[in-house]
């Protein structure tokens, strides 16, 4: 790959990085572009880039709109992922993309924290996954360590190591619907309760 650090300049990705900036925390931000980076050099490692389903717009789109649900245009209505890819597929549908493609997006982001579930849901769903989680440290041997610090260099890590579930735990204390059953708001916001009552 010649510019590991390149990112679309389509109307589709200005868009898409424009609600992120205006509606989410920059830590966030940051992450959601270092996860469309790395979902782009797994890619390219595994020789998915030529294939007939990869389509790097609508990865931008899945990985830098993925926390919408965290920013501030989230109602609190619903579980994080659902709403962030409610929203992310109001600005496709603004733009034109066929249904098809945002039923694509929309199911990336609602899957990209579902372990053994995203990987058997087609090529978007499984590089947005593991886009997501190369940048969270939880997939540490996907991306080979000098590309890893490549991307790290040109957009580093500014907030302590919590701010992601700081923030799925603030949406999922703004409702019930936020943090169903079974979803990883309500087990994060149990694990915080837990560990407050522990040091009382």
Do not use: C
């Amino acid at each position: 790959m010649d510019d590991i650090l390149s990112l679309p300049t389509g109307q589709l990705a200005v868009a898409s990085l424009a609600i992120a900036r205006t509606s989410t925390s920059k830590p966030l931000v940051d992450h959601s572009i270092r996860s469309f980076l790395f979902a782009r050099l797994l890619a390219d490692e595994e020789g998915s880039l030529k294939d007939a389903a990869y389509d790097e717009d609508l990865l931008f789109a899945a990985t830098v709109m993925h926390d919408l649900g965290l920013g501030t245009l989230a109602t609190g209505e619903a579980r994080f992922e659902v709403e962030g890819a409610d929203l992310a597929a109001a600005v496709l549908r603004e733009h034109g993309v066929a249904d098809p493609q945002i039923d694509q997006v929309w199911e990336a982001i609602a899957l990209h924290a579902s372990i053994g579930i995203a990987h058997r849901r087609g090529l978007l769903t499984y590089l947005t996954h593991r886009g997501v989680f190369v940048d969270v440290g939880l997939d540490n041997d996907a991306v080979a360590e000098r590309l890893r610090q490549e991307v790290l260099d040109a957009h580093p890590r500014q907030a302590p190591d919590s701010y992601i579930a700081d923030a799925i735990v603030a949406h999922a204390m703004r409702s019930e619907a936020a943090a169903p059953p079974g979803s990883l708001g309500l087990e994060l916001l149990r694990q915080r309760r837990e560990a407050e009552q522990a040091r009382r």
